[in-house]
């Protein structure tokens, strides 16, 4: 059924451009094995292109400040696919083939952010080229949290916990909406056991795969001036 919706978008001559989305930051977390590890951003793809990720970069602002840690973005390289997930660690000393990711997940993740770090209570921001200070010398693509405030006990934190981007979410905002994130809560992975937590880790943590919806809209030249509507829904990377 999927494959002839799709089939009869590709005869009408809908394009690529009939797809939403971007780059959108789409799971945070912040887990609670030793030293507080794994700690990861994940970024999707759900536009319909190739997206090249040396265009952004990505920053932290930690405990409520307006300046970035470490005082500038970390940029980005290589590209990603329509529908495809990107992952950051933040592991510091991490490398590939080992550390507390490998060894919770089983693969590496796609950047080692350099010793960059984050908690549960700070602010992620994806950014249009390089940014540095405040950040206020590149354009904030797509943000986790509220730019300025500590996220302690705010809904959004994800101290020893989790967040991810509600499936209906494709495309990126400069203004934190919390309406969009589904959110574990603080101390959602954390039980005082080791055995545990990895368990919990595995079952509510999905990096490298994250879902999202995209519609396909026919446009006014294939279907007439007057005609809107929803030719089909594509759930895209199951969660």
């Not at 089983?106 to 549960?120: K, Q, R, T, V, W």
Request: aromatic share 10%.
């Amino acid at each position: 059924m999927f494959k002839q919706s799709l089939a009869a978008v590709a005869a009408l001559g809908l394009t690529s451009g009939a797809f939403a989305g971007g780059l959108i930051i789409s799971e945070v977390v912040d887990a609670t094995l030793p030293g507080g590890l794994p700690k990861f951003v994940e970024l999707t793809n759900t536009s319909g292109d190739t997206i090249d990720l040396s265009n952004f970069s990505i920053g932290n602002f930690n405990n409520g400040s307006t300046n970035l840690g470490g005082g500038a973005s970390t940029v980005l390289s290589g590209s990603l696919a329509a529908g495809d997930s990107y992952v950051i660690s933040y592991e510091s000393g991490d490398s590939a083939g080992s550390g507390t990711f490998f060894d919770t997940y089983g693969f590496d993740p796609d950047n080692f952010a350099l010793g960059a770090f984050i908690n549960g209570d700070d602010v992620i921001a994806l950014f249009d080229g390089p940014a540095t200070g405040d950040g206020s010398d590149a354009s904030i693509v797509d943000v986790f949290g509220e730019l300025g405030v500590d996220g302690t006990g705010k809904v959004w934190e994800t101290t020893d916990g989790y967040s991810f981007r509600n499936p209906s979410i494709v495309d990126p905002s400069g203004t934190f909406d919390p309406s969009e994130w589904t959110f574990g809560g603080a101390n959602s992975l954390e039980t005082g056991n080791d055995v545990e937590e990895l368990a919990l880790a595995l079952s509510l943590t999905t990096p490298g795969t994250h879902n999202f919806t995209t519609s396909i809209v026919p446009t006014p030249a294939a279907f007439g001036a007057g005609m809107i509507g929803l030719l089909a829904v594509a759930t895209r990377r199951g969660r």
